[in-house]
């Protein structure tokens, strides 16, 4: 009797010792998971937050202001990023004008007078970029066209589908530009090229990019892509 008390024991112990050996072995491949999961954590953490290469000839510091850089933009598109041939591209100038008018890219930026100014581009989602903006004047466009000065809107639209409209006043008393450079660095395709509008004082989504055709109107009531969508159509900074 006293031996299959042992036995028994003998049993429970060594089913004691199994359960507690599991939970040590599972104790160890957490811990090794862990390990691994902070490690890969790490990895990615440093391949998506570490800075890419600065553009060539790109500048970070203008008349005394610190400029955020190129890469700080993040891509905000419809349709993805638009890759347009400079050699084939064509800017019209249409609606309440005199004669349409349909610009190359050299026509516009070796014909027109060119303007530099640092602006900041505030996007709704919550982060900004001060950057230095290398353009021709909207108006500029606009006269060689002969607009109607009694129109209310112009309305831009870009080479993936997306719209925005702003108010005519705004765009000539405000000296809005589009611009070729950023950062003294010829747009790349992911910041618009050939042109993007600095909407100044506004947010990101009135900065159209990619831009196609500049359509004077009247149509007060146009809502553009993210306005039809319930974003505010002054798109008015604070």
Same mark, same amino acid.
């Given at each position: ?10 049993? =429970? ?25 902070? &490690? ?7 391949? &998506? ?68 100014? =640092? ?19 909207? /108006? ?49 395709? /992911?910041?618009? &090229?050939? &042109? ?43």
């Amino acid at each position: 009797m006293q031996n299959a008390y042992r036995n028994e024991a003998s049993h =429970v112990f060594l089913r004691e010792e199994a359960v507690n050996a599991k939970k040590v072995l599972l104790s160890v491949i957490l811990g090794l998971i862990v390990v691994a999961a902070a &490690f890969a954590a790490d990895v990615l953490w440093n391949i &998506f937050t570490t800075p890419s290469a600065p553009y060539p000839g790109e500048i970070r510091v203008y008349d005394g202001q610190k400029l955020g850089s190129i890469n700080d933009f993040r891509l905000e598109a419809i349709n993805g990023i638009q890759y347009i041939d400079a050699n084939s591209y064509l800017l019209t100038v249409t609606g309440l004008v005199k004669k349409d008018k349909a610009y190359t890219y050299d026509d516009v930026i070796n014909n027109h007078a060119s303007y530099e100014k =640092v602006v900041t581009l505030e996007c709704v989602e919550g982060w900004s970029v001060k950057a230095l903006w290398q353009g021709v004047r909207v /108006k500029d466009l606009l006269e060689e066209a002969g607009y109607d000065q009694s129109a209310q809107v112009v309305i831009f639209y870009a080479q993936d589908g997306y719209s925005t409209s702003l108010p005519l006043s705004y765009i000539v008393n405000s000296n809005i530009m589009i611009a070729y450079k950023v950062n003294n660095v010829t747009l790349p395709a /992911k910041e618009g &090229f050939p &042109f993007q509008l600095v909407a100044e004082g506004k947010y990101g989504y009135k900065w159209i990019k990619w831009l196609t055709t500049i359509d004077v109107s009247n149509d007060t009531s146009f809502l553009g892509y993210w306005e039809s969508r319930g974003y505010d159509n002054g798109g008015n900074l604070p």
